[in-house]
Every structure is written in structure tokens, then in C-alpha cells.
């Protein structure tokens, strides 16, 4: 129902915070850097995103809506950024990170996935704490809330100096229809 982004990571315990605030239902952590991958001459800047096992609001799923199991010692990707990178299922990358001490490290592809997203790199939470050389932290947490306290809970998150952004699902929605409305009488009113 939405989605809280951190200034910079915080440890885990701060997602109990959050989870203490009235319309808060579930949270759930996750941990998010932006790294470069090299393979042969190819590439590519992106985001590697670390997901714990037990997440229920966020997982990797294909096309398909089937959800992907992620290893615990390697790296799932998108189909897009395989592509480009001309890579494949136990292929080794060098992935470089782009934030803190950037840490660097070869390693294996467990799985391709074509998924909705694109460009990605996802692995387990626990993996990519090991690669940052830190403890379990959380840059973005998502949350199932009580619609009918969303305000009160948006103002009470606004709040939270540790907090970038806030984003409801709703109105991101209302957001997009209010303006896919307003382009369609556009087009309208030139068409006719």
C-alpha cells in the first residue's frame, strides 16, 4: 500500500518503528544499492536489490506471475540486462558497488528472469549485507496499511527526519488516472 524510502540505510530495527505506527498493518525491509556490472567489455549501471525469504509484499516474479526462488549465495537477473550483457545462467560478473566503501566482487548468475521490471539484479538480503560488509540494514521499507488511517499515517511518516520519501499506492493511482484523464480530453479536443 506503500512505500517508505530512507535518507541513507538504516539497521533493521528501524523497520519495527515503523511497523509500531497506528494504520501500520505489516512492514517489511528491504535493501537497495546501485552497482556497475562488468562482463567482458560490456557495462551496465543499475540497482541491486536484496530481498529477505520471508517477504510477503515483495518478491521476484517472471511474466508469468511465478514467483522466483533467489539463492543464497548468488545473483538472479532480468532477461533485459542479460541481453545486453550477453549473459546466461552460470556465467560469473564482476559487480562493482557504487555507494560507501565500494565493495567489488566476481559473482556466479543463478538465474535469468523476465520479469516486469527490467534492468535489475536481485539476490537474498543476507548475500548482499555480506558484499556491503554490514549489518542487516534497510534503505526502503514497504508497507500493508489500513486504508482508512492513510492520512493520519502519511503525516505521522512525514514527519521522520530518516525519511526521504512517502508514496501511497493510491494515490500514485489517482495520480495517473487524473492525468491519463486530462490527456485523453486533450486529444479529444484536437481530434475533434
Do not use: C, W
Request: glycine share 6%; proline share 6%; hydrophobic share 40%.
Amino acid at each position: 500500500d506503500a512505500t517508505v524510502n530512507f535518507v541513507k540505510p538504516l539497521p533493521v530495527r528501524s523497520l519495527y518503528a515503523l511497523q509500531q505506527l497506528p494504520g501500520v498493518i505489516h512492514a517489511e525491509g528491504l535493501r537497495a544499492v546501485a552497482v556497475r556490472i562488468l562482463h567482458g567489455p560490456e557495462t551496465e549501471t543499475t540497482a541491486m536489490i536484496g530481498i529477505g525469504p520471508n517477504n510477503q509484499l515483495k518478491s521476484v516474479l517472471d511474466v508469468k506471475l511465478k514467483q522466483i526462488h533467489l539463492p543464497e549465495n548468488g545473483l538472479v537477473i532480468s532477461q533485459t540486462l542479460a541481453r545486453k550483457l550477453k549473459l546466461k545462467p552460470q556465467d560469473n560478473i564482476r559487480i562493482e558497488v557504487l555507494e560507501g566503501s565500494r565493495p567489488s566482487g566476481v559473482f556466479p548468475i543463478s538465474a535469468v528472469v523476465d520479469d516486469f521490471l527490467g534492468r535489475f539484479v536481485y539476490t537474498r538480503d543476507e548475500f548482499l549485507h555480506r558484499l556491503l560488509k554490514e549489518g542487516p540494514k534497510v534503505n526502503s521499507v514497504l508497507l500493508k496499511t489500513d486504508n482508512e488511517q492513510s492520512q493520519k499515517l502519511y503525516t505521522q511518516l512525514k514527519g521522520f527526519p530518516a525519511i526521504g520519501s512517502v508514496s501511497f499506492k493510491t494515490a500514485a493511482l489517482k495520480t495517473f488516472q487524473d492525468t491519463n484523464a486530462k490527456l485523453l480530453l486533450v486529444f479529444a479536443t484536437i481530434l475533434t
